[in-house]
């Protein structure tokens, strides 16, 4: 988890004591308003266009190939269902706590998802937003409409959400093998190779350009190692969906919003002007890359002074073979060629550009990316 911030001040949970629900969908351009006496079920009339998957004779979480459904199609659960399938919550379930709230591991049955005992049908992650923040019920409602109608291998699955009463949930796909900064923190743990490394950084470039590659451009705004999942096999997924954005109308180059991300990864061009697109998500690609070199997080106060910020840290080291060895991670000695990790430096450092217009498009750096992979 990294330290988010946004330039908006936060509304106190007690004006949430009374119902009131801000403009949260700005993915749909349309900022909702809602009066006091507004219901919950009137707003979830109003807000969603959802369609209700049946998933009775469906085939197991059927997963096509990077498209945009027109509607999020998932599961709707009721807090019982949820209930049940995490063993009402129970601690030793607990998958790990984000600013939102907390994520529990579950079973579903595989064709019906409804819950099944422990150890059979399929894994899901189940995250219960904490009550009363008019933060994380914004953020709750932007996975649904944007996640919910995203299918692509390297965008984590939204299976499912529910809404009862005060309780927000979403069901996800299972990522066995955590965040990826999870392995950045865990000093115990194996470390990744390169290979696992350039395959982690290559999937989540695939799932970056197909979110920016789309006619309708959606700008993720909150890209960072903690938002890159890894299966079983080390495949990445991008999650957390909350900050995604719709990008630019035709003819505009950008879109004026409050700024939101996270130290160490924000693009210092849209802090200053507040002005985002899909560059900003370039900008953190960048950061991230990084990290796969040097192993290092983003940003870490318990590093000396001058270092804390590894993109100030290590900017002037990336242009020459020789200072680049200086910062690289020595975990991963010998296991690449000094020339493919210099064109990965210079291709985050392109990234890192101050200036957004000068930064390469995802599909670039998924091709320089996968260059690297086939020369090496
Ligand atoms: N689908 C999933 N499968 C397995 N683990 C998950 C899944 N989704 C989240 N987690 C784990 O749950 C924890 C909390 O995730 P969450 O997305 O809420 O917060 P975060 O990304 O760590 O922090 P924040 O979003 O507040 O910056 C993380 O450790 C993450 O690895």
Request: aromatic share 10%; proline share 5%.
């Amino acid at each position: 988890m990294g330290l988010c911030f946004s330039g908006v001040q936060s509304l106190h949970s007690s004006r949430l004591n009374r119902p009131h629900y801000p403009g949260a969908s700005d993915i749909h351009g349309s900022n909702f308003e809602f009066s006091e006496t507004t219901t919950a079920t009137e707003i979830r009339k109003s807000q969603f266009n959802v369609r209700e998957t049946i998933y009775s004779d469906c085939s197991p979480l059927p997963f096509s190939h990077g498209q945009i459904l027109k509607w999020p199609e998932l599961k709707v659960f009721s807090f019982e269902e949820l209930k049940s399938a995490t063993g009402n919550f129970k601690s030793d379930r607990l998958l790990g706590e984000g600013g939102f709230g907390r994520v529990y591991k579950a079973w579903l049955d595989e064709n019906t998802l409804t819950p099944a005992k422990p150890g059979s049908g399929v894994e899901v992650a189940i995250k219960m937003f904490k009550p009363g923040g008019t933060q994380g019920f914004a953020q709750w409602q932007s996975e649904v409409n944007v996640l919910g109608k995203l299918s692509h291998p390297n965008v984590v699955r939204l299976l499912g959400y529910c809404w009862d009463e005060d309780q927000f949930l979403l069901v996800y796909e299972f990522m066995p093998n955590g965040s990826f900064y999870y392995h950045l923190s865990e000093r115990n743990h194996e470390p990744l190779s390169w290979n696992t490394r350039l395959k982690i950084i290559i999937g989540a470039a695939r799932g970056l350009s197909f979110l920016h590659a789309n006619e309708n451009k959606i700008i993720f705004r909150d890209f960072k190692s903690s938002n890159i999942l890894l299966d079983r096999n080390y495949n990445a997924k991008i999650a957390d969906f909350g900050l995604a954005r719709l990008g630019p109308s035709e003819g505009e180059s950008h879109v004026s919003t409050k700024v939101v991300g996270t130290l160490g990864y924000l693009d210092p061009e849209y802090y200053l002007t507040g002005q985002v697109n899909v560059k900003s998500d370039v900008y953190g690609f960048g950061v991230v890359l990084l990290e796969i070199l040097t192993g290092m997080k983003a940003h870490d106060t318990r590093r000396p002074t001058g270092q804390q910020n590894l993109v100030r840290w290590s900017k002037p080291c990336l242009s020459s073979e020789k200072k680049l060895k200086t910062i690289m991670d020595g975990k991963i000695e010998g296991q690449y060629s000094p020339k493919a990790a210099l064109q990965a430096a210079q291709l985050a450092l392109k990234c890192l550009e101050d200036d957004s217009n000068q930064r390469p498009s995802m599909k670039e750096v998924l091709e320089g990316l996968e260059a690297i992979e086939d020369n090496h």
